[in-house]
């Protein structure tokens, strides 16, 4: 039992249409979405934009419908690697320091699942993520995402798989239940269709969290400075060593 | 294939039927409207009637106020006050009266129940509690929430691969007895100190020679407010109904519905929805079941709020007597519906929301009071008593 979450609404250069979007996701359930902004990989060193600030997008969050709480806005970073000498599926299942892998839905896939670098993903806390607002704008796209879907499912055996929306405009995203049905077309069972949009998703941000701790379990918090007045009471010894 | 399969299934649900007499000494419709506690709708069905009776509207309108407390922190439910105000029963002291002391002396009990219900929670994303009138404080947790406050549960049984909600069980009356033991001081620490839980309620209380606005000045300090519950009523006319006989519970073909089907009926009546089959209807293509026959006026009323099982059952005994003078109608029916998220249906067997939270019990009356009992719940649902 988690919180719906839709993990990727795409970030434009409209903050209007952004912020229709998230009113809409709130609107219909969705207590944590995440701004997608997407990168290609290039050679040379490149400048990644600054991602959205919530205090530009809203005064007050639009509270979720059914709840007494505002929705919570995280962002994320996508990269695309179109070179398969620099990383492919399996470098990046295997070794690389990400949270998400996500399979693409606009052409049929070149290459087969394996099962060795799909498990070790699936131990490592990495999940798959799976987009369906293509599959809402074009029929042919709906084929490749259904099949490209069911070729996972048969790997991976529908474990630590998200379906996020992907989602430039406020008419593309749909309820999280119609979401957690549109799992079941993807092959997988009803309860981890659910999990699909609560359950693992969660579990996905929390690893993203944990990259800042030391194996998930300890995390630095900064310490507010403590001003003049309250260092004199106490001996020099005794005073926390700061950086100045 | 195994996705084609699955996608051919219907969602799990359960449908229990049973019948019996108001008048048989082990009829258990009682125990079994007093034990759901968590209701929100209330509809009755009265074939061949055009206005209420009396008795019916005054029980009608006295379905009882219901209060919405804004932002109640939970230690508040388990207070010694509270607990004594509003959920202990005083028995009646008749044990400890001498025999030899004449009978004029007993003492009345006070009796009071009362029920409460978290607002504007989700039972299968968010945290929930609910307070039975036996004295159980449930809450159903998530897991973070369950592992912040330290207290012991148990796994929910419809929690999935991984086990992502607890629930946890409190006894108000067992607490009170000892107010210094461990337990409680644990119990209380947790809700005022490591994990203060605050939610919406919705309360409802049933007493006997009591205040009437008891509840509103206990909570006067938390934005308290009273509701009535809604009530809607309307008269159809030409109104085809399924003929049914008390004995048949299956039906019997060409000669009476079977119960599901009345069900199903039921549902169609409620909707509002034509009945007709008709093929250009683009919202429903149900038919009446056969045998049925047409009523010339039939009265829905629907009670909608946070109505408490007492006000239920005397619903229940007042429809009972409505075959005590002749009348056109064969049978009447009595829908209950539950909250969709409250987290247990009947006693205390857990609820959970699938696709759907439903859990709900309908009594079709006949005029030799003879009754049928339906019971459904959806997914992740124990199954009803």
Same mark, same amino acid.
């Given at each position: 039992?988690?919180?719906?979450?839709?993990?990727?609404?795409?970030?434009?250069?409209?903050?209007?249409?952004?912020?229709?979007?998230?009113?809409?996701?709130?609107?219909?359930?969705?207590?944590?979405?995440?701004?997608?902004?997407?990168?290609?990989? *290039?050679?040379?060193?490149?400048?990644?934009?600054?991602?959205?600030?919530?205090?530009?997008?809203?005064?007050?969050?639009?509270?979720?419908?059914?709840?007494?709480?505002? $929705?919570?806005?995280?962002?994320?970073? &996508?990269?695309?690697?179109?070179?398969?000498?620099?990383?492919?599926?399996?470098?990046?299942?295997?070794?690389?320091?990400?949270?998400?892998?996500?399979? &693409?839905?606009?052409?049929?896939?070149?290459?087969?699942?394996?099962?060795?670098?799909?498990?070790?993903?699936?131990?490592?806390?990495?999940?798959?993520?799976?987009?369906?607002?293509?599959?809402?704008?074009?029929?042919?796209?709906?084929?490749?995402?259904?099949?490209?879907?069911?070729?996972?499912?048969?790997?991976?055996?529908?474990?630590?798989?998200? $379906?996020?929306?992907?989602?430039?405009?406020?008419?593309?995203?749909?309820?999280?239940?119609?979401?957690?049905?549109?799992?079941?077309?993807?092959?997988?069972?009803?309860?981890?269709?659910?999990?699909?949009?609560?359950?693992?998703?969660?579990?996905?941000?929390?690893?993203?969290?944990?990259?800042?701790?030391?194996?998930?379990? $300890?995390?630095?918090? *900064? *310490?507010?400075?403590?001003?003049?007045?309250?260092?004199?009471?106490?001996?020099?010894? *005794?005073?926390?060593?700061?950086?100045? | 294939?195994?996705?084609?399969?699955? +996608?051919?299934?219907? @969602?799990?649900?359960?449908?229990?039927?049973?019948?019996?007499?108001?008048?048989?000494?082990?009829?258990?419709?009682?125990?079994?409207?007093?034990?759901?506690?968590?209701?929100?709708?209330?509809?009755?069905?009265?074939?061949?009637?055009?206005?209420?009776?009396?008795?019916?509207?005054?029980?009608?309108?006295?379905?009882?106020?219901?209060?919405?407390?804004?932002?109640? @922190? +939970?230690?508040?439910?388990?207070?010694?006050?509270?607990?004594?105000?509003?959920?202990?029963?005083?028995?009646?002291?008749?044990?400890?009266?001498?025999?030899?002391?004449?009978?004029?002396?007993?003492? =009345?009990?006070?009796?009071?129940?009362?029920?409460?219900?978290?607002?504007?929670?989700?039972?299968?994303?968010?945290?929930? /509690?609910?307070?039975? =009138?036996?004295?159980?404080?449930?809450?159903?947790?998530?897991?973070?929430?369950?592992?912040?406050?330290?207290?012991?549960?148990?796994?929910?049984?419809?929690?999935?691969?991984?086990?992502?909600?607890?629930?946890?069980?409190?006894?108000?009356?067992?607490?009170?007895?000892?107010?210094?033991?461990?337990?409680?001081?644990?119990?209380?620490?947790?809700?005022?100190?490591?994990?203060?839980?605050?939610?919406?309620?919705?309360?409802?209380?049933?007493?006997?020679?009591?205040?009437?606005?008891?509840?509103?000045?206990?909570?006067?300090?938390?934005?308290?407010?009273?509701?009535?519950?809604?009530?809607?009523?309307?008269?159809?006319?030409?109104?085809?109904?399924?003929?049914?006989?008390?004995?048949?519970?299956?039906?019997?073909?060409?000669? /009476?519905?079977?119960?599901?089907?009345?069900?199903?009926?039921?549902?169609?009546?409620?909707?509002?929805?034509?009945?007709?089959?008709?093929?250009?209807?683009?919202?429903?293509?149900?038919?009446? @079941?056969?045998?049925?026959?047409?009523?010339?006026?039939?009265?829905?009323?629907?009670?909608?709020?946070?109505?408490?099982?007492?006000?239920?059952?005397?619903?229940?005994?007042?429809?009972?007597?409505?075959?005590?003078?002749?009348?056109?109608? @064969?049978?009447?029916?009595?829908?209950?519906?539950?909250?969709?998220?409250?987290?247990?249906?009947?006693?205390?067997?857990?609820?959970?929301?699938?696709?759907?939270?439903?859990?709900?019990?309908?009594?079709?009356?006949?005029?030799?009071?003879?009754?049928?009992?339906?019971?459904?719940?959806?997914?992740?649902?124990?199954?009803?008593?």
């Amino acid at each position: 039992m988690a919180v719906f979450a839709d993990l990727d609404l795409r970030a434009g250069s409209d903050l209007k249409a952004l912020r229709g979007l998230v009113e809409n996701a709130a609107h219909l359930g969705y207590s944590v979405v995440a701004i997608n902004h997407v990168v290609e990989f *290039k050679e040379k060193k490149q400048e990644i934009e600054k991602p959205v600030a919530v205090s530009e997008l809203f005064t007050s969050l639009p509270i979720v419908q059914g709840k007494s709480r505002p $929705i919570k806005i995280l962002t994320r970073l &996508t990269i695309i690697v179109s070179d398969p000498s620099h990383c492919n599926v399996l470098v990046a299942c295997t070794h690389l320091d990400v949270d998400l892998v996500c399979i &693409t839905v606009t052409e049929k896939l070149p290459f087969y699942f394996r099962r060795p670098p799909i498990n070790v993903a699936i131990d490592r806390g990495v999940s798959f993520e799976l987009v369906y607002s293509p599959a809402i704008k074009d029929s042919t796209m709906r084929r490749y995402t259904i099949s490209n879907a069911l070729n996972l499912m048969q790997i991976c055996k529908g474990k630590n798989v998200i $379906i996020s929306s992907a989602a430039e405009r406020p008419l593309e995203i749909r309820g999280p239940y119609d979401v957690a049905n549109l799992g079941l077309l993807f092959g997988l069972s009803e309860s981890d269709a659910k999990a699909a949009v609560s359950t693992n998703c969660r579990a996905a941000i929390l690893h993203g969290e944990t990259r800042k701790t030391a194996f998930g379990i $300890i995390a630095t918090v *900064k *310490k507010p400075r403590p001003s003049e007045a309250d260092d004199d009471s106490l001996p020099a010894c *005794k005073k926390a060593k700061c950086e100045d | 294939m195994a996705t084609l399969r699955r +996608l051919r299934e219907v @969602p799990r649900h359960l449908l229990v039927c049973e019948k019996s007499n108001f008048g048989h000494d082990k009829s258990r419709h009682r125990h079994l409207v007093e034990t759901h506690y968590h209701n929100y709708r209330v509809s009755f069905l009265i074939p061949e009637c055009g206005i209420l009776s009396k008795e019916l509207k005054n029980l009608v309108m006295e379905t009882g106020p219901y209060y919405f407390v804004k932002n109640l @922190p +939970l230690h508040e439910l388990i207070t010694h006050e509270f607990i004594n105000t509003f959920v202990k029963k005083v028995f009646s002291l008749e044990p400890f009266v001498c025999h030899c002391v004449s009978a004029s002396l007993r003492i =009345p009990p006070s009796l009071c129940s009362c029920c409460a219900l978290t607002y504007n929670t989700n039972i299968d994303e968010d945290n929930t /509690a609910a307070l039975l =009138p036996n004295g159980k404080l449930i809450l159903s947790l998530d897991k973070d929430t369950y592992e912040e406050t330290g207290l012991q549960g148990h796994p929910s049984r419809y929690s999935g691969r991984k086990i992502m909600k607890f629930v946890v069980s409190i006894d108000l009356m067992d607490l009170s007895c000892n107010l210094d033991s461990k337990k409680y001081k644990r119990i209380s620490w947790s809700f005022k100190e490591k994990k203060p839980l605050k939610f919406d309620f919705l309360l409802a209380w049933h007493h006997t020679g009591a205040e009437e606005s008891a509840m509103m000045s206990y909570f006067s300090s938390y934005r308290i407010q009273e509701h009535q519950p809604k009530i809607a009523v309307s008269t159809m006319t030409d109104l085809q109904c399924p003929v049914l006989q008390s004995s048949e519970l299956g039906g019997k073909p060409e000669v /009476a519905c079977g119960a599901w089907e009345l069900l199903d009926w039921l549902g169609a009546v409620f909707s509002d929805v034509e009945l007709n089959n008709e093929p250009n209807n683009f919202i429903s293509t149900y038919c009446c @079941p056969q045998p049925s026959t047409v009523v010339a006026k039939a009265y829905l009323c629907t009670i909608t709020g946070f109505i408490l099982p007492e006000k239920i059952c005397l619903l229940l005994e007042q429809l009972c007597r409505y075959f005590d003078e002749p009348k056109l109608a @064969p049978w009447v029916t009595l829908s209950v519906q539950g909250f969709a998220d409250s987290p247990v249906s009947w006693r205390e067997k857990e609820h959970g929301f699938r696709k759907g939270g439903e859990h709900l019990y309908n009594f079709v009356i006949f005029n030799n009071q003879d009754y049928w009992l339906q019971m459904a719940v959806g997914a992740n649902d124990d199954c009803p008593p």
